[in-house]
């Protein structure tokens, strides 16, 4: 057995440990629960990260074309699942520090979830339109199901989320409709198909408890929602005519509404062709309010614990980084990063704040208190930054 | 002599130049060159990097296509050039192709138009 498979099985198993002695001094064991990635875009290359350490570990390579990767984490933490443009999904042992599968699932693939058993990943396909689950612990398909809308017409896919009961949701950008899928038997996927939800949904987040799948919607000023603890989930439309008759800027990039931005009772979504966050009372589904900010937002994602909503925002405004404070609805700081911040991460509890600044090749980590600089970290055009503790967060 | 299939291709604006030229053809195209001030080295490499990573969000980053369609000298086979370069500059409503005009000239949307439509170059190694 070689030295380096003997530390990472040591990860896994102490069982291990009188088999490797005899190779050298015995490495420590490792968790996984302050582990992450972060996406190097241009060189498919994966940089796994210790968010308790603040560095950079390892990096793998050979996954491909990784603009627009996403990741979702096995149940234990110890796999990353990388979904690439190029259709590819690459299982990536963080242990190893190594590739542990890899499948070319389709042509052209945006996204991922995982089912809460942590049996299926299921992929979200551009082409061949549709979804596809894999078992992950082979990546075996066990299910395909093509968002066939008209006999022979293939939507594509975007903000699919794992629901409770092996069931996803998600909708059809061609279509305008939202489908979910109950995978409880792979062999026999049976989808409830919802129509008519308004005009090219882009994205979509389910949550934190599991109960409100939200469509934002390109095509119009509005969102769909759907609650899914109804007996029967219908779609009902949420901040109808947002842009008031406005004509709407233009939107160079489009909003990620996956990763809710749920603080409190309270949700805080990016509108569309406005520089403006929308804040929504979850019992209500009412508008409470309006934030203006620096630029289109593309991510607005709530602090673990709710108290800061931090929006970053699509070309030309990319460089800047703002910060909600959730108790006054104010803007209270603004920070600049770096050249073409693409997306954020917490730390699990949200202590930090984990930065990718694309076009200076940089990370920072920094402090969600005192906003100060904790670290930096060198990596090639980064793009998407994920931890581990998504594994335990439904729809992340 | 310029063949009509070719002309056609041209963006608008040479076609008004064309017209109000009394010269020669190539005298006309030489005019429209220094007139539409085609990006400098520096720019093209600004766009080059643009066109990778910003359009990429949507068409992908080796313009394969996602949201967007792909952007590949094969799948672009067949359309013309004005609509292209025109689609960069203003847009393409009732789609998510935004204008591009505030960081754009007519100009360098026309150079990437035809950059697309000859296969788009690969960012330069230094330029990351």
Known sequence: ????????????????????????????????????????????????????????????????????????????????????????????????????????????????????????????????????????????????????????????????????????????????????????????????????????????????????????????????????????????????????????????????????????????????????????????????????????????????DGRQVWVNFSVPDYHRVQVIDTTTQKIVRTLEPGKAVLHMEFTPRGESVWISSRDDHRVSVIDTQTFATQATMTVDSPSGIFFTSRAARVGF | MVNLPILSRRPRSLARTLQSCGVSLLLCLVAHQVHAQAPDAARQRELIRMVRQDCGSCHGLHLTGGLGPALTREALADKPLDSMASTIYGGRPGTPMAPWKAMLSEADALWIAQQLMAGFPEPQKDAR
């Open chain 1, 1 to 304: 057995m070689k030295r380096r498979d003997c530390l990472a099985l040591l990860g896994a198993s102490s069982l291990l440990l009188a088999g490797c002695a005899s190779t050298g001094p015995a490495p420590s064991l490792v968790g996984t629960g302050d582990l992450g990635v972060v996406v190097a875009r241009s060189t498919g290359t994966l940089a796994i990260v210790n968010t308790s350490q603040r560095k950079l570990l390892a990096e793998v390579k050979g996954l491909g074309d990784l603009s627009h990767a996403s990741v979702v984490f096995s149940r234990d933490a110890r796999y990353a699942y990388v979904f690439g443009r190029d259709g590819a999904l690459t299982k990536v042992d963080l242990l190893t520090q190594r590739i542990a599968g890899r499948v070319m699932q389709a042509g052209n693939s945006i996204g991922g979830a995982i089912s809460a058993d942590g049996s299926l990943v299921v992929a979200q396909n551009y082409t061949p339109g549709g979804i596809k689950a894999f078992d992950t612990a082979t990546l075996e398909l066990v299910a395909d199901v093509p968002a066939e809308f008209e006999p022979g017409r293939l939507s594509r896919v975007v903000g699919l989320v794992d629901l409770p009961g092996r069931r996803f949701a998600y909708s059809l950008f061609d279509a305008d409709a939202i489908w979910i899928t109950d995978l409880s038997n792979p062999a026999r996927p049976v989808t409830t198909k919802l129509p008519n939800i308004g005009r090219q949904p882009y994205d979509a987040l389910v949550t934190p408890n599991g109960r409100h799948y939200i469509a934002g919607l390109f095509g119009e000023d509005g969102l769909a929602m759907v609650d899914l603890w109804e007996e029967k989930p219908q779609v009902r439309r949420i901040l109808a005519g947002y842009g008031r008759g406005q004509e709407p800027l233009p939107v160079y990039k489009m909003p990620h509404l996956r990763g809710w931005a749920v603080a409190g009772r309270r949700a805080y979504l990016p509108a569309i062709g406005r520089h403006e966050v929308l804040v929504v009372d979850t019992d209500t589904w009412q508008e409470v309010g309006r934030i203006p900010v620096a630029g289109q937002p593309v991510f607005v994602m709530a602090r673990p």
